[in-house]
């Protein structure tokens, strides 16, 4: 039977290996005549207890650990192979619980081997720690498949045959019928036959058992001729069929195609439907012959470009190949030629990579060219290796991803060893010549190297791109004036040249001095930081002056025509009348005109007042008198600037307009000779100042007084405030009533604004 792993979703391994001591050494065979390197293998095979979650093991050279156990599971059977070198080694199984894994709980056991000697097999491990010395001596490990060349799955790197072997051909009157069958989660319980209508022969029988546990979610693919008809039997011991996923697991799959058709698929996956214990029976297949393939046309000679290598019988070749350099970033690339001219031998890097760092388990890498043959794998632990081919010509090289077996793996292994496999290929310039698989979370997993094409393979191609027919671009510049002159570049690019009266090495091509300044550059000056014509730039001495500080501003009152030196001494010219006495003094004065003083007078300069004096220079407002327009006692008029008939009148017009009564008399006295502690709370009010007032008006009272202003029409212009000084600049000259509440009591004051 041929096997063949089928891809299935998986969650992101996390790649939490990378940084970890232990790194395995990789597996490079040659199977041609010898092996390359001094390189071995060993299977570790571990029977659990019920406590696998407390087991593992180690493989140990020189102290250092160089393969560990993947995550082990209960009661189970688990075989892992490990690629290293020859040598010596220490094996140890270790228990965390410290009670081993033989006796309590279940009959486990361990046992490490190969085909090359080694065997230990350790059945009474109850202990915390065990360790087993053993040499690994080189040894080829088995690859098993179909040795028999005449096969259609024939392996050309197998070396132990596996009974895979499918040798037949189909003659005229017989259909060629293909199985692929896809086990679940529990590949042990699943057996079939395939039976011949004609003769009751069976065609294929795996009986239940012969899967095992490295067969889970694999697809086997079996092909048969059919002359009259077949019957499929299928057989599940644990009776759930195929149905892997109603009891936690994943399902299988069964489908039967003939000519590129499907024309049998399992769709009740637990055999209910049949309804036979644990049996499923298809029931008889009577498929019918393909139709010839038409015969396949085409040029049939490799000179030619439409060469066809399919082709069956000959036709018109057409175009003859043009050897040349068919790199586009050569010098010397040929845009009309069809195949590259190229020579060997030549070097190739293969590069495998593994992103989950599991190994590839039974996938390989087989390489051919002519009649060469090289074999690639790589083992768990590692995320990479590459390997340096010389190859002898530059004949095009088939690369083989296949699988060399049906061995035992882990269901890790299994899940990731195709998604997440990337090959490379490079030249020795560093050319990609092949790219296949990438990361598997990329485009859904479509970027991975897919499940085979073949029956146990799907073949890459790549030509080795290397030779010397192509000539590399050399940039570099191509004027051998120039300093970086490269008599080796063929592509020119940027030159540099020196700079003016310097040579390529920086230095003066004349410098009489030798002082390093070249003859082109000398600046002669003064050179005594102290001097006024210091010149930081001279290189050679010349004549000084002296610094001489002063104004140098002729338009300034202490200009001095001796000064080079600007020390901000300057005294800027400023008129005005020096003198003291003056009205128009201006002590900033340093230059004084003529007739420029004016003599000071002192009146009232206020033209409301009734005194006003418009010669006056100089305001004296103790000197304004102000007519209140009222009549009666004690004088005629009364004067705004007495402070106490003002207030008085202020407080109760009716004074002012009216004989002066008892009520005024007694206002008058109250200001006159101060107020009774029982009313004063009530009219403490005693000055509103200035009155004429041109900007601030001020309020002089100890209460919480609210304040407002209303002008001769009743509006108010100073909404109520609690602010003693009550900024009036910007209202109009005019009569204004200043209204001061406190304690529900107001007190109307009559204002000028001048």
Known sequence: MTGVLDTQEHQQYIHNMKNKSYLLVLLFWMLTSCMLGQGSWLDVIVQTDQYAGESSWQILNDSNVVAVSPPLQNNTLQNHMVFLPAGDYEFVMMDAFGDGICCSFGEGWYRINNNCGLDTAVYDFDVALDTIPFTLNPCIPPLPGCTNPIANNYNPWANTDNGSCNVFECDSTETLVSMNLTLDTWPGETGFTLVNVADGQPYEQVIPGEFDFGDQLATYTYDFCVSLGFELILVDEFGDGLNGYASGGQDGACVITSCDSIIWELEDLAFTEFDDGNTMYSGAIFPEPCPPAPPIYGCMDDDYVDYNPDAELPDTCETLHTWGCTNPEALNYDSTATIADLVGPCTVTILLEDDAADGWGNSKIGMVQGDQQWLFTVGPGEFYQSWDIVLDSDEEVDIYYFQSGNQQQSSQELAFQTLHNSIYVLNEAGDTLLS???????????????????????????????????????????????????????????????????????????????????????????????????????????????????????????????????????????????????????????????????????????????????????????????????????????????????????????????????????????????????????????????????????????????????????????????????????????????????????????????
Request: some cysteine.
């Open 436 to 754: 296949e698989g990438s990361n598997p979370f990329i485009n859904n997993g479509q970027g991975a190297l897919q499940p085979f094409t073949g029956p146990n393979w799907t073949v890459y191609h790549f030509v080795p791109q290397c030779g010397d027919s192509c000539i590399p671009y050399i940039y570099g510049c191509t004027d051998e004036s120039a300093c970086n002159y490269n008599a080796e570049a063929n592509t020119t690019s940027d030159c540099n040249y020196p700079v003016q009266y310097y040579d390529c090495d920086n230095a003066c091509v004349n410098d009489d001095d030798s002082d390093g300044v070249c003859n082109e550059l000398e600046v002669v000056g003064c050179q005594d930081p102290m001097a006024f014509n210091y010149n930081a730039l001279a290189t050679d001495s010349g004549d000084c002056t002296p610094v001489v500080f002063g104004c140098t501003d002729p338009t300034q009152f202490n200009y001095n025509p001796d000064a080079n030196t600007e020390n901000n001494s300057c005294v800027p010219f400023v008129y005005g009348c020096m003198n003291p006495e003056a009205f128009n003094y201006n002590p900033d004065a340093n230059t004084e005109l003529e007739d420029s003083c004016v003599e000071v007078v002192v009146d009232c300069m206020d033209p409301n007042a009734f005194n006003y004096n418009e010669l006056a220079n100089t305001s004296n407002e103790d000197l304004c008198l102000y007519d209140a327009g009222c009549i009666g006692e004690p004088g005629v008029p009364y004067w705004y600037n007495d402070s106490c008939y003002a207030w008085i009148i202020d407080i109760d017009p009716y004074c002012c307009e009216v004989a002066w009564d008892g009520a005024c008399i007694e206002l008058y006295d109250y200001c006159e000779a101060g107020w009774p502690t029982d009313v004063y709370n009530i009219h403490d009010v005693y000055n509103v100042y200035p009155n004429p007032v041109t900007d601030v008006l001020n309020i002089q009272t100890s209460l919480n007084v609210i304040t407002e202003v209303y002008n001769a029409l009743g509006q108010i212009v100073v909404a109520g405030t609690r602010e003693k000084r009550i900024d009036l600049t910007d209202l109009p000259k005019g009569f204004y009533q200043v209204a001061i509440r406190y304690n529900e009591r107001t007190i109307i004051k009559k204002i000028i604004k001048s």
